[in-house]
């Protein structure tokens, strides 16, 4: 079965320092994951994806994510932090291998304040 | 390229009124469609999903209902609102290898009075 656990409910940085936004995952099969961000009343904005090619993905935005198997993480990063970075973070695991239908399993997110 | 479009954007509906929500996709075909909800203080909810025409699975027992009366078109519906409907409705659709992820619309905030 598949499912995401990302650590922080909330998490508050100043602008310009670095973000930190931690996930953790559970596969029975070779995942595919994904970071997608949503500002207040809109809907969700894909930032990055890993689909088994380089475990070092970069998105838009500065931001990136590595894809550590042996941690079952993939935490997203961003050197400095921005105040328009202020908004809520999903973590998400697809659905298995081969799979018409390609369920996409969300964490329950994570909310980001940027403090100036 | 492909778009999707979903309306309305904010919608207030007293208890007991019927719902429907419409979202329609441009630009590809036969795309995997969803409806997922998002509760205040909570993740998303996946409500329903459709892989063709007619074709509708739900994920939860509720008072909603799901349609997809032609390829792009992905309508959400109830014949009585109740509170706990409130929420964020979100529609997106994926390519039939939805693993490269979703596209999302811009949501429905709804709110039963």
């Known amino acids: 079965a598949q499912s995401v656990t990302q650590l922080d409910s909330h998490v508050s940085v100043s602008e310009g320092t670095p973000v930190l936004l931690r996930c953790n995952y559970s596969?029975?099969?070779?995942?595919?994951l994904f970071w997608y961000v949503q500002h207040p009343n809109k809907g969700l904005q894909l930032l990055l994806k890993?689909?088994?090619?380089?475990?070092l993905v970069k998105g838009i935005n500065g931001f990136e994510a590595e894809f550590k198997k042996s941690e079952t993480s993939f935490h997203l990063t961003k050197p400095s932090a921005h105040m328009s970075d202020a908004a809520e973070y999903f973590c998400?695991?697809?659905?298995?291998?081969?799979?018409?239908?390609?369920?996409?399993?969300f964490g329950r997110g994570t909310q980001l304040t940027v403090w100036p | 390229s492909q778009t999707i479009h979903q309306w309305p954007a904010t919608l207030v509906q007293p208890v007991g009124s019927p719902l429907s929500l419409e979202c329609t996709v441009e630009g590809t075909s036969n795309p995997n469609l969803y409806w997922y909800r998002q509760a205040a203080g909570r993740g998303l909810q996946l409500l329903f999903y459709?892989?063709?025409?007619?074709?509708i699975s739900s994920e939860v027992p509720q008072n909603l209902s799901a349609s997809r009366p032609q390829d792009r078109q992905f309508i959400l519906s109830s014949k009585k609102l109740l509170l706990s409907d409130s929420g964020f409705y979100l529609c997106?659709?994926?390519?039939?290898?939805?693993?490269?992820?979703?596209?999302f619309g811009s949501g429905t905030r709804l709110t039963v009075v």
């Open positions: 997106a659709w994926s390519g039939q290898r939805g693993r490269v992820g979703y596209t």
């Open positions: 998400v695991v697809s659905d298995r291998e081969g799979s018409t239908l390609g369920r996409l399993y």
């Open positions: 890993y689909t088994s090619a380089a475990t």
């Open positions: 596969s029975s099969y070779s995942p595919s």
């Open positions: 459709s892989v063709g025409i007619g074709q």
